[in-house]
């Protein structure tokens, strides 16, 4: 009798567990599946992207993803996009996968990316003639560390965001040497350290970014970029070698999504092709996170209240 | 003794000779070749191991087994069953099942119940210091911390009973099939040793991203102790145990649940807390691959430098940490009630308390929505007192320790730097091999050479002596500090105890939130890099130390004290010599602690083998991700096979096995 009424019990919970796993299995099978990295801007615009596709009836998942290791989550479908493509640090990786077929270069968006060496504003005052690059290698001194021998040292991206600093000291025959960071935090360390010594630190630094809000600075200007200058080691200040200039000022920022979306999310797929951030757009996204300190949900609630009439036409179908 | 000390000598003797010889070595003999096996096109090394791997994954990844299933089809619906479970303890933990109309347990619930739960197992202190726990989320919860926390032990709660079921299986099996055991072991060595950021892409691929996936890479990270600890207990069970279980008529299965396990407990208990402590380890690396909570946030906030925030994120992790681990080590420690005769409340008083907490809870849920939530207004952050206290340092330390960091670069780092990288592999791996057949004879010289070998064969040569030269410092000044604080530790039982609460606490504490003030202080340096291992690295250290003094037998340091023996006679005559193959195991250990810190310095910016990793993870390369992994591991696996056949020596020596 006893084991009678403990299989019954045992029946009933194994088919409530059942239910439960099956009605949400089902809901969120075909939820759009949108990757949040760690800055604000780009977690902003994806809570943003979010409601965009709730609004036309998606379901939408948040899955926080390394922002490289992504790109092969999207090549395998198991994330449908990512919003915030910038040349200069995931280039390489996205330009793998788009060649592979297996993720697709859907939007490019208004907003301009630059890249490039970049100093606090006081370091103006201690090197005379910036933002001219000439000027900044003269006074390389002033940027010198215990271990660079007598060079000035310049704090560049990691390694992986393939940078070619250490090209461009070689071929304008600078008198510095490039230290790699191992990450974007690392280089706002240096800054905010040499910040508050006063000491003069010159890093790899870009725009839109929410460290414009918070310092007061500028980039040096290199000789202006042109394609030939990374292809024909003839153009340029030195006529024997490639990267004689500065980084191109309009690095783009592109929307990639996986090869299924369009399949498994045709409306999502839909209002993804319209949207279009400005350069003003992301430097908000990350300054009411950054400076105003609100939250991510906050934030984006407010972009979207006080940006209705950009965003509406991206979801009348 | 007498006769062995020349040996020692020429176990140096062919590494020296090698050294001098440098000048007139070929170049092949200095750094290791590439070569053109597979074709020259691009290879890094002599042999094509990257391509080799990413071959297998291709192949994995796209061949049908029997026509129907690839084995990605099979990886891959196995994280689909992971994700059914994260499904049920996401619902009760903070999602609540909208199809039903059940909400997630309100945080007062798990507040009380944790404290009940701990009255029960311990008492009050128990009760205080759970309940506590888990009101600090509750209480910090300013910036989401409560509903992050429980999508972190939402993942937690599936991945440590995984971890642990597969850990005791393999573990049951492997102490009863000798040959099984000789395949695990290396097996449970490379798993343990190997950097997490070498095996992302690969788990990516096969298990898919999310939290499952989290769950998947921290159970792979989770499990070996378990396994050994599980061989250990059932290895060391007495025989007369076992001779009893016999005479009892025992059937095979009887024997293993109801006397092998039950005499093994002490040691299951102790995986169950090395579980809890890997899992939490993995937080923030899980975060990597997809898994939520407080992990992913505490990336976020030191993105922007908000340090203070991060670090109350941390702490967050520390308290969810300490409670679980003091409840497994109390269920361990319970001893079995008496039965009592009466009614429910009177058997089981614990049980109706909780039930009644609930529904007193349940009742009050009805006048006042701040059972379902924290009142907003209450929560608190101490965030711009930690940003104060970060800011005051860099302030006023940076100038005096600048001189420090330039002296210890200029004279000590890049020197030692230059001379690890200048002796010729040839050189190195003959001064292994040497060690190995002094310590192990053939078998450990044959091991190592293996070990040394794949590394310089894959290419990653240089880098691979930049990791060891930081790994090498950072073991040295451990040694250095952790050895005399762990002598201190050991002489009362009040510093022991602090002592270990310490431990406790860096261990679990996120090593990626002190990276940055480290910087702030010693800029991107190898300063900073070998600053930041040593913060984690002396743990191992400290502890074994204390366990190795403070296990010398009673009546050896007796015999001291009748002798006459003062304090510091005993110590260094005699419990030091009695401890010293403990504290090699703590070296052993510190250096693998070591290892695993040099893969997230290379966040600070190093040019080694983490810096290589990380270009495998832009380029999604698995292969190559993999492969550096293994010479990480290798590292690792080459000292702590002649640090373990050292130990053994000493303990021979010593009279102690």
């Known amino acids: 009798m006893k084991s009678d009424k403990l299989t019954k019990i045992l029946g009933l919970a194994t088919s409530a567990i059942a239910g439960v796993v099956m009605s949400v299995g089902v809901a969120s099978a075909d939820a759009v599946k949108i990757p949040t990295h760690n800055w604000s801007s780009q977690l902003v615009g994806a809570e943003i992207l979010g409601r965009l596709f709730e609004m036309v009836g998606e379901e939408v998942e948040y899955i926080p993803m390394d922002s490289q290791t992504v790109y092969q989550a999207m090549c395998d479908n198991d994330i449908d996009l990512v919003h915030e493509v910038w040349q200069g640090a995931f280039g390489a990786a996205f330009e793998k996968v788009v060649g592979e077929g297996c993720v697709i270069d859907l939007v490019t968006h208004d907003a301009k990316t630059r890249e490039e060496w970049w100093y606090p504003a006081y370091v103006k005052e201690m090197c005379p003639g910036l933002p001219d690059w000439k000027a900044l290698d003269a006074c390389a001194d002033q940027f010198a560390r215990a271990d660079s021998g007598g060079k000035g040292v310049f704090i560049g991206g990691p390694v992986d965001w393939l940078k070619h600093d250490a090209e461009k000291v070689e071929a304008l025959g600078m008198n510095f040497i490039v230290k790699n960071a191992g990450s974007a935090a690392a280089i706002w360390a240096e800054l905010d350290s040499g910040i508050k010594q006063n000491k003069p630190v010159v890093i790899f630094n870009w725009t839109p970014n929410f460290i414009e809000a918070l310092y007061e600075g500028e980039f040096v200007e290199f000789p202006e970029h042109d394609p030939a200058c990374t292809e024909d080691p003839a153009w340029g200040v030195n006529p024997d070698a490639l990267y004689d200039c500065g980084n191109p000022k309009g690095g783009y920022l592109k929307i990639g999504v996986s090869h299924d979306f369009k399949a498994t999310n045709p409306k999502a797929f839909a209002v993804t092709q319209k949207i279009n951030f400005s350069n003003l757009d992301i430097a908000k996204q990350s300054n009411y996170v950054d400076t105003d300190g609100m939250e991510v949900s906050a934030a984006a609630e407010r972009w979207l209240e006080e940006h209705k009439e950009k965003w509406e036409p991206w979801i009348t179908m | ?657």
């Not at chain 2, 908000?306 to 420690?333: K, N, T, Y």
């Open chain 2, 1 to 657: 003794m007498s006769v062995k000390v020349p040996k020692p000598l020429w176990t140096v003797v062919p590494f020296a000779l090698l050294l001098i010889l440098k000048p007139v070595l070929p170049n092949w003999a200095v750094t290791p070749p590439k070569s053109c096996l597979g074709g020259c096109a691009d290879i890094d090394g002599m042999i094509p191991f990257v391509d080799w791997v990413n071959a297998a994954i291709k192949f994995l990844k796209k061949h049908e087994f029997l026509g129907a299933f690839t084995f990605r089809d099979m990886t891959r619906s196995m994280s689909d069953g992971i994700q059914i479970l994260l499904d049920i303890t996401e619902g009760i933990l903070h999602e609540g099942f909208a199809d039903f109309g059940v909400g997630a347990v309100p945080w007062i619930v798990l507040v009380g119940l944790a404290a009940i739960y701990g009255w029960y197992l311990r008492g009050w202190k128990l009760a205080l210091l759970g309940g506590g726990c888990f009101f600090y989320l509750a209480l910090f919860s300013k910036r989401g911390i409560w509903e992050l926390s429980m999508q972190t032990l939402s993942a937690i709660s599936v991945s440590a009973p995984i971890a642990g079921i597969i850990g005791l299986v393999l573990g049951i099996v492997a102490a009863k099939r000798l040959g099984f055991e000789r395949i695990l072991w290396p097996v449970l060595n490379v798993l343990q040793s190997l950097p997490h950021f070498s095996y992302l892409i690969i788990v990516a691929i096969f298990f898919g991203v999310g939290s499952k996936a989290g769950v998947i890479a921290t159970v792979v990270f989770a499990f070996p102790p378990m396994a050994r600890l599980t061989m250990l207990g059932i290895k060391n069970i007495s025989p007369e145990i076992i001779e009893a279980g016999t005479m009892a008529g025992c059937t095979r299965k009887q024997m293993l649940f109801k006397v092998e396990l039950p005499a093994a407990r002490t040691e299951l208990m102790l995986g169950v807390n090395q579980i809890i402590m890997q899992c939490l380890a993995m937080v923030v690396i899980a975060s990597f691959i997809g898994q939520s909570g407080l992990g992913h946030d505490l990336l976020t906030r030191l993105q922007r430098l908000a340090i203070g925030q991060a670090l109350e994120v941390g702490i967050a992790v520390v308290f969810i940490a300490i409670a679980l681990d003091r409840f497994s080590q109390a269920v361990a420690g319970k001893q079995p009630d008496h039965i009592v005769h009466g009614p429910l409340w009177k058997r089981r008083p614990f049980a109706c308390l909780a039930l009644g907490f609930i529904a007193v809870t349940g009742v009050l849920s009805l006048v006042t929505p701040h059972i379902g939530q924290f009142p907003q207004h209450l929560t608190i952050s101490t965030s711009i007192f930690w940003d104060g206290i970060v800011d005051y340092i860099t302030l006023h330390f940076y100038q005096p320790l600048s001189i420090f960091r330039d002296a210890f670069l200029v004279y000590f780092l890049i020197p030692i730097k230059g001379a690890i990288t200048w002796i010729p592999w040839i050189a190195v791996i003959t001064l292994v091999g040497c060690i190995g057949w002094r310590l192990g004879g053939w078998k450990l010289l044959l091991l190592t050479c293996t070990f040394v070998f794949f590394i310089a064969a894959s290419g990653y040569w240089v880098r691979a002596m930049i990791t060891l030269y930081m790994v090498l410092v950072s073991l040295a000044i451990c040694a250095l500090v952790g050895i005399p604080i762990g002598i201190w530790a050991s002489r009362r039982d009040w510093t022991t105890r602090l002592t270990q609460n310490i431990c406790d606490t860096f261990q679990t504490f996120p090593s990626f939130i002190y990276l940055l003030p480290v910087v702030m202080l010693f800029q991107i340096s190898d300063v900073s890099a070998i600053f930041a291992i040593i913060v984690y690295a002396s743990i191992p250290i400290v502890r074994y130390t204390i366990f190795g003094l403070r296990n010398v037998p009673k009546d050896i340091i007796e015999a001291a004290t009748t002798s006459g023996c003062t304090y510091r006679q005993t110590l260094w005559k005699v419990r030091m010599p009695m401890a010293f193959p403990e504290i090699i195991l703590g070296l052993n250990q510190t250096l693998m602690f070591g290892l695993f810190m040099v893969m997230i310095a290379g966040f600070i910016g190093t040019v080694d083998l983490s810096q290589e990793i990380f270009r495998a993870l832009t380029f999604n390369d698995g292969g190559k991700g993999l492969v550096i992994g293994l010479c990480v591991s290798f590292i690792g696996l080459t000292a702590d096979r002649l640090l373990v056949a050292w130990s053994d020596r000493q303990k021979k020596a010593y009279g102690l096995t």
